[in-house]
């Protein structure tokens, strides 16, 4: 996994088929940090979306991401962790902050 990817989900389960390596990844229940003072109540996880990885000793991977969402009280709507703010604050690598990007882009527009 690309460093800086446990801190922020959990491996659930991950299998081999013909097809390839499917890897299912839950966002871990921790508030986003850009809401802290605001009170926030988890409110379940966006759609699950499928994205494309690196192969794995020449077979196709993909991860089946699970983002999780909150209910800021303070503000009265849905939110979700900001990752342009996660990847200037850790050590994550470039190409996992963008596919984190990607991620949120795709399920904001579902809101």
């Not at 989900?9 to 809401?35: H, M, Q, R």
């Not at 499928?50 to 993909?62: A, S, Y």
């Not at 991620?103 to 809101?111: M, P, Q, T």
Request: overall charge positive; hydrophobic content about 40%; proline content about 4%.
């Amino acid at each position: 996994m690309p460093e800086g990817m446990l801190t922020y989900f959990e491996v659930t389960s991950a299998s081999k088929t013909e097809e390839g390596y499917w890897i299912n990844l839950v966002e871990k229940d921790l508030e986003p940090t850009e809401f802290l003072g605001d009170r926030l109540s988890s409110k379940g996880f966006f759609e699950e979306v499928t994205v494309k990885d690196f192969p794995i000793r020449g077979n196709p991977c993909f991860l089946k991401v699970k983002r999780r969402r909150w209910m800021n009280e303070s503000l009265n709507k849905v939110v979700s962790r900001n990752w342009e703010l996660v990847a200037k604050g850790t050590r994550m690598t470039k190409e996992f902050a963008a596919f984190l990007k990607a991620v949120h882009r795709y399920n904001a527009s579902k809101l």
